[in-house]
T-cell receptor
Framework: KAGVTQTPRYLIKTRGQQVTLSCSPI?????VSWYQQTPGQGLQFLFE???????NKGNFPGRFSGRQFSNSRSEMNVSTLELGDSALYLC??????????FGPGTRLTVT | GENVEQHPSTLSVQEGDSAVIKCTYS??????FPWYKQELGKRPQLIID?????GEKKDQRIAVTLNKTAKHFSLHITETQPEDSAVYFC???????????FGAGTRLFVKA
């Protein structure tokens, strides 16, 4: 089976812009979770989707949003980018919201 | 709120020694406890997990133990090798489910 894929792998944006990141889960996995990873804050949970429904959300401002499509692919969007949003954004897919398989991540740099 | 505390933040051992990393969780309803290994520049990968109905699980040189009463679980690596050098994260479900809380990570150095 193909693993979790994320696009793009690297992104440079300017403050105030918005960005959309994409995640394709392992075939058959319907749960997709998103995380922000920074050196100082570790892995922070953003949100989890299952069958197009957001089931849980982390403590991030409303500028962070996501969605899931009927084929389980997921996107996350960050609007009005701030310097502090620079991070590695990881998505993970799972069959039953337990064992998670991570994608390679999208490295976002905000200048 | 839910929280997962992980110790130590850094661990340095000699090749062949054992390494132990401990995590404490706060949500008594948690029933799944995975450990992930993240090598430099790579994605986190699940290396072992345990569910609340067992107290210990082993897979070759790694093992995880769970104490539900004390709400803590530990990762044990025996006969460490240089390729075990990485950051290790524990995790636990929180927020009523469908949410994973990660510990802050332990950077393990194995000296040859």
């Amino acid at each position: 089976k193909a693993g979790v894929t994320q696009t793009p792998r690297y992104l440079i944006k300017t403050r105030g812009q918005q960005v959309t990141l994409s995640c394709s889960p392992i075939s058959g996995h319907r749960s997709v979770s998103w995380y922000q990873q920074t050196p100082g804050q570790g892995l922070q949970f953003l949100f989890e989707y299952f069958s197009e429904t957001q089931r849980n959300k982390g403590n991030f401002p409303g500028r962070f949003s996501g969605r899931q499509f009927s084929n389980s692919r997921s996107e996350m969007n960050v609007s009005t980018l701030e310097l502090g949003d620079s991070a590695l954004y990881l998505c993970a897919s799972s069959l039953l919201a337990d064992e998670q398989y991570f994608g390679p991540g999208t490295r976002l740099t905000v200048t | 709120g839910e929280n997962v505390e992980q110790h130590p933040s850094t661990l340095s051992v000699q090749e062949g020694d054992s390494a132990v990393i401990k995590c404490t969780y706060s949500d008594s309803a948690s029933n799944y406890f995975p450990w992930y290994k993240q090598e430099l520049g790579k994605r986190p990968q699940l290396i072992i997990d345990i569910r609340s109905n067992v107290g210990e699980k082993k897979d070759q040189r790694i093992a995880v133990t769970l104490n539900k009463t004390a709400k803590h679980f530990s990762l044990h690596i025996t006969e460490t090798q240089p390729e075990d050098s990485a950051v290790y994260f524990c995790a636990s479900p929180g927020g009523g489910g469908f949410k994973t809380i990660f510990g802050a990570g332990t950077r393990l150095f194995v000296k040859a």
